[in-house]
């Protein structure tokens, strides 16, 4: 399936910031990611109108909008292992969901409602998605700048599978919306329902299994000796 040329920076810039007024304003904003499409929301009642749209448990968590430079002074790890997310993610490129923990105090957590910051976050940690897409950093880069953190989920209703094109989102979750920003696939299109791969870098443990995850496994095994589970999905259609 060919991909739609993805618009130049201008564009990105210009529709970041519209995607970026728009949450500030309570709205909700549908948008292409790298891996696939993403609902935003920033406020209690925005979340609460995703919850309902996509039919989703209250007990699932969503995940705050990062970057690598909010991962960087948010999540609290040793060195070694933001290190090593260093190099999955800049020297590897891969999209990763890294899920660590923060400081009670942090001030870019503390910006959340109470509702908020239960629903994005758990037993201490916080959930940064990197590497999906240049329009993703641009949103979290104003997220940063501005210290109004944003929600993040799948663009799907829950349990459906992810989508990579807008056209396959349900209109129910469509209709949520206040602004639906379409760039044509996914660049990390797949045969099968996938999102990012999720690993909680306090004990490597995979959360989810994801698009790249046999590339993520390889870089953490190869050049940290660190050896993470197969794939089961995968061990299974082997």
């Known amino acids: 399936m060919a991909l739609k040329q993805i618009p130049d920076d201008a564009t990105i810039k210009k529709d970041g910031q519209k995607a970026f007024e728009c949450l500030q304003s309570g709205g909700v904003v549908i948008l292409h990611y790298d891996v696939s499409y993403a609902v935003l929301c920033a406020t209690d009642d925005a979340l609460r109108k995703v919850y309902a749209a996509k039919n989703r448990s209250y007990d699932r968590a ?33 999209p990763l969901s890294v899920i660590a923990p923060f400081a009670p105090e942090d001030p870019f957590i503390g910006k959340l409602t109470p509702f908020l910051r239960g629903m994005a976050t758990r037993d201490g940690t916080v959930n940064f998605l990197m590497n999906a897409g240049k329009l993703r950093d641009e949103i979290a880069k104003l997220s940063w700048e501005h210290q109004f953190p944003i929600i993040g989920s799948s663009a799907n209703a829950s349990l459906k599978g992810t989508k990579y094109r807008v056209e396959d989102i349900e209109p129910e979750v469509l209709a949520a919306a206040d602004l639906i920003i379409d760039y044509g696939p996914s660049k990390h299109i797949q045969t099968r329902s996938l999102s990012s791969t999720q690993i909680d870098f306090r ?4 959360v989810r299994f994801g698009i790249c995850y046999d590339q993520i496994a390889a870089v953490l095994r190869d050049r940290f000796d660190i050896q993470l589970p197969a794939d089961p999905y995968r061990a299974k259609a082997g």
């Open 203 to 206: 004990d490597f443990k995979v």
């Open 62 to 94: 969503s995940g705050v909008s990062g970057s690598y430079e909010i991962h960087r002074k948010v999540h609290v790890l040793p060195e070694e292992k933001k290190e090593m997310i260093r190099i999955i993610v800049q020297e590897y490129d891969l």
